[in-house]
């Protein structure tokens, strides 16, 4: 079997610079793949959230308004606005 062959700019030692510019590029790559799938997964929790939040204030406010309690349904209303 025939060893194989270097190219020129292999042929520095491990430790070179180029060696570790390469680690640090990939190293960044996968941060920023990280960085981007958690921001996703942060952004689809957060909306997730945002619906259960308003249903459970679309509960109170019919629950208030049965209830004949017009300054909570305002605040109630408050707090809808303020979510959107």
Known sequence: MSKR???VEESSPIGS???KDKKILVKEEHLKDVLLRSSLTLFRALKLGKAFE?????RRQKAAKL???IGEVER???EV????
């Not at 308003?54 to 679309?58: C, T």
């Not at 606005?81 to 959107?84: F, G, I, Q, R, V």
């Open 54 to 58: 308003r249903q459970k204030l679309g």
């Open 76 to 78: 109630l209303e408050g």
């Open 5 to 7: 062959k270097r190219g």
């Open 67 to 69: 209830s004949s309690g």
């Open 81 to 84: 606005n303020a979510l959107k």
């Open 17 to 19: 610079t180029a060696d």
